[in-house]
């Protein structure tokens, strides 16, 4: 079983920067896709970025590129979202999430192929 807690949200203005920080226990190996999404009200959860923990580039949705930046630390089982140059529309609850790649393949886009989820943390971004 893992479980994921996010922390690092708040309250900011545009143009500022937070690292959102996702702490996994349990057992989290290579094998395990990982993403960072986000939902305001009456809106769909929408992917920010999505990445294969055991190697290869990640994957943005197009309007945080070239502003946002994601990291690991392994030995803390730790993945990192660094945001900067934050705009009113980055608003809403960031949810890390996770899901183990039992065969080869890319890590989706498709919220509810993850298996666990954290429990979010807010992200507010005045203008």
């Known amino acids: 079983q893992v479980q994921l807690v996010e922390s690092g949200g708040g309250s900011v203005q545009a143009g500022g920067s937070l690292r959102l920080s996702c702490v996994a226990s349990g057992y989290i190996d290579s094998r395990y896709c990982m993403g960072w999404f986000r939902q305001v009200p009456g809106k769909e959860r929408e992917g920010v970025v999505v990445i294969y923990i055991g190697g290869g580039s990640a994957d943005w949705t197009d309007s945080v590129k070239g502003r946002f930046t994601i990291s690991q630390d392994n030995a803390k089982n730790t993945l990192y979202l660094q945001m900067n140059a934050l705009k009113h529309e980055d608003t809403g609850m960031y949810y890390c999430?996770?899901?183990?790649?039992?065969?080869?393949?890319?890590?989706?886009?498709?919220?509810?192929?993850?298996?666990?989820w954290g429990q979010g943390t807010q992200v507010a971004v005045s203008s």
């Open positions: 999430a996770a899901k183990r790649m039992d065969i080869a393949g890319s890590c989706s886009w498709w919220r509810k192929w993850y298996t666990y």
